[in-house]
């Protein structure tokens, strides 16, 4: 994951040069950048729920609080493949971008696009079948909150993917050489990807 | 590096012959030249400055008496709430903003900032937020003071409360917007020749704000997030009575809310230094010191929250630790200080407007200052904690730092945002009524809290009664400064005499362009001929306006 970013990065400052005169004010093309000082930004609100369960789990003298029913761990596992598997599929289409295959950057993104209603399917059965509500206890709230501010994001991803799909279906959009679009779309599913392993781990496993 | 200046020079010469400017009806709409959002930036913040300030009236005549007779004790906590929340978040953090936007692109050379439209956006978020603000008052305005704290902020008024939050996270939002704006602009759109030690202070300035910005703002929005939860949909987070806790709240409130000192002032940090060379006629004191001191300010800024909850059950560790790194911050803050008055020292200082509140800055600051040191002791803060002390305090920081940093940043760079001088008399007028009307209200206000009078409650007791009419006189004579400076501010727009190019004659880039900057900026790549602090090295031919367009001539025509 931390390679393929770097690679990415990489790649957008050697790709920009050519660029450089046909940025939006004459000069190069910066939204990677910005885009990457925003998801610095984002990971500190997670960072902020992250240290509030934290300190829950620090404080309270039994935790989950008595009477919090054991979480089913089959979907959630199930939902932690399919998100992990779908930025490997994400990264298939822009690879096949960068030999101008628009047609497998499509195909590839509709799969990715498709795991993550998926995942979100199976957060709404989770949602809908759990024996507590938000308001049961502490640990319920944050399980609900975490989760569902992660679930927004993962929304929001879908959102761009499926953006890059309809923009995709213009002739030279996307090509080789430009494609900023793609690559935020990838850059941030792989992050709301990270996000949910740590989460996943803070909340499923070791509560 | 050929074909971009190949790609601007038609540009040029449709500019020269045209030189647009901008109508009047461009600062009201949706525009993505930094320069007008600069100024819509600026002149909102002043918006909402009248109104914090109108509100700080009230409460001071409600103080002049120790009864509760001018306004109810539900309307005063709806005040101090509204005052806080108003002169913090919708005065001086877009004030910071505005200077940001307008000169970040002119100091370094660039023709806009990097992403002209989502700084438009982070600007269209203020008007909505702001208002949606003062929207509470008809609805009953939240009373838990600009800190929130829960259980309070849970049990006094739930749509008061609610409107605060979505506010704030607006606001919050928008300055989070701007701030990846001012990073990627001053890292990546520097002209070539300008590396990072040669670009001003200004800009050290607000990579420093910045950084804080995006590190600290999401953590307060988390924790609005989780209190609108508790507020709205029943949780307990931060509610003892659902088994939460409300010291979590505060450490993440403090998370940004420290930091957000530091937001508040490193802007016009940056702004003196650029102040005090140009009209000290010296080069900056310790260039590399004063950059680096301001990211040794943010650093340290991310550690020292708890310093605020030191009287809420914080184990001593934990005390320790924090009084520390509180302590350590004024290392830095000290290399600023002694730098800008080692800058003065021996200069040939012209005392216009803009160098008296720079110096009415430094001093009035360094009171805050010290008395922060006090502070971060654990058993003074103790004794003093949820006094008026505080309130002194943070005033001396924030009006006495920030405030008077803004006007000298006002007073210095108005002739280049309008091409009008101020009226040097007005201006003057300003800075001696403001300075005393100042000191006289806050300055008692340590004697009060030392003697143990309570911040935030409208009544107090009949023997803080002499010391609080002295305050009370101060504010109104606060109050009255404005006028001077609100009437040179129209004068000069309307009638004041045209300003030149570079009429301080600074050798910063911004004063290369005309006054006010042509759209885009710049007339080609302005050239950088000498380092932003390089006063008294050549004075005989740098001598007025028309020898620096001179010498630029020269300079670009060897370069050809």
Redesign the interface.
Known sequence: MQGSTVDNKSQVTIESEPE??TG?????D??M??LY??L??????????F??LL??RA??PVWP?EGTPELELLIPIINTSILVASSFVMHRGQTALKKNDVKGLQVWFAITAAMGAIFLCGQGYEYFHSEFG??T??FA??FY?LTG?HGLHVMTGVLLILSVLWRSRQDEHYTSKSHFGVEAAEIYWHFVDVIWLVLFVLVYLIN | MS??VE??VPAISDGHKEHPQRKWQDYFGFSTDHKVIGIQYLTTAFFFYFIGGALAEVMRTELATPDPDFVQPEFYNQLLTMHGTIMLFLWIIPAGAAFANYLIPLMIG???M???R?NAVAFWMIPPGGILLLSSFFNGAPQAGWTSYPPLSLVSGKSGEEIWILSLLLLGTSS?FG???F??TI???RIPDMDIHSMPLFCWSMLATSGLI??????L???L??LS?DLM?????FNPA????PV?YQ??FW?YSHPAVYIMILPFFGAISEILPVHARKPIFGYRAIAYSSLAISFLGLIVWAHHMFSSGTPGWLRMFFMATTMIIAVPTGIKVFSWCATLWGGKLSLNSALLFAVGFLSSFLIGGLSGVMLASVPFDIHVHDTYFIVAHFHYVLFGGSVFGLFAAVYHWFPKMTGKMVNETLGQIHFVMTFIGFNITFLPMHQLGLQGMNRRIALYDPQFQTLNIICTVGSYILALSTFPFIINIIWSLMKGKKAARNPWRALTLEWQTASPPII?NFEGEPVLWAGPYDYGIDQESIDGDESVEDMLATISAEGQ
Do not use: Q, W
Request: proline letters at 5%; a negative charge.
């Open positions: 450089a005169t939006h004010h004459g000069h190069p910066h939204r950048f910005g000082i925003f610095v930004s984002d990971s500190m609100t997670f960072l902020g729920f240290a509030a300190i829950y404080i309270v609080p938000l308001t206890n502490l709230s944050c909150v501010f | 074909t971009t790609k601007i660039a023709e806009d990097a992403f002209p989502l989070m701030a990846i704006n990073v990627t890292l990546l759109m995006l590190l600290g703002t999401p953590v929005g988390a924790a997030i989780l939860f949909a029943g949780t307990a987070f659902g088994g939460g806790d979590v450490h993440m998370f885009e």
